[in-house]
């Protein structure tokens, strides 16, 4: 009985110590990401690009609205040829709109390849900083409070994202 009682009686004392001694902290990403000036500038082109993007859509829409109203207007007078040429005019120009959208605002489309070529570096250059304040800091753990981890209550004092914004060279400016 004792053989066995004692290495788990030392096993259950050396257990605090061994989850006491993991370290934790957490950063904001979007507190971070929105003190960066690349990625603001970033977001910007992206904006700028996204609406330039979507009036041109808007006005192709718009083509094919007045085109649909002018063959309304026109059809008593039309043949059936020009009727039919006329319906696959504004059907291969709605496509093409449709088109376009789904080429600009699709899941692989050139909004997406955009973000991935202005934000992911921005990114990547933000976790390389947050791995290397878990380093200096030996912390073992580093949660970000704007991702979906949920947080009920955040202790200030874990907070590492200004030192993770001096790691990356942003100057601090008090906001308050």
């Keep these: 009985m004792k053989k066995i009682l004692i290495p788990i009686i030392a096993a259950l004392c050396t257990l605090p110590s061994v989850v006491s001694a993991q370290k934790f902290a957490y950063v904001d990403t979007d507190y971070i990401l929105g003190k960066m000036p690349e990625y603001n500038s970033a ?22 609205d007045r085109m649909y109203k002018d063959y309304i207007a026109e059809e008593p007078l039309l043949t059936p040829v020009q009727k039919k040429t006329r319906e696959q005019a504004i059907v291969d120009k709605e496509n093409a709109a449709k088109k376009l959208q789904q080429d600009r605002f699709g899941v692989d489309g050139d909004l997406f390849k955009k973000r991935q070529e202005l934000i992911k570096p921005i990114q990547d250059k933000v976790f390389e900083a947050v791995k290397s304040v878990a380093k200096d800091n030996a912390l073992d753990f580093i949660f970000d409070k704007a991702s979906g981890v949920v947080m009920l209550y955040s202790n200030p004092r874990y907070d590492r994202s200004d030192e993770v914004l001096e790691e990356l060279g942003v100057a601090l400016k008090d906001e308050d």
Excluded: F, G, P, R
């Design 43 to 64: 977001q910007k082109k992206i904006e700028d690009l996204s609406s330039q993007w979507q009036t041109e859509i808007d006005e192709m829409y718009a083509s094919v």
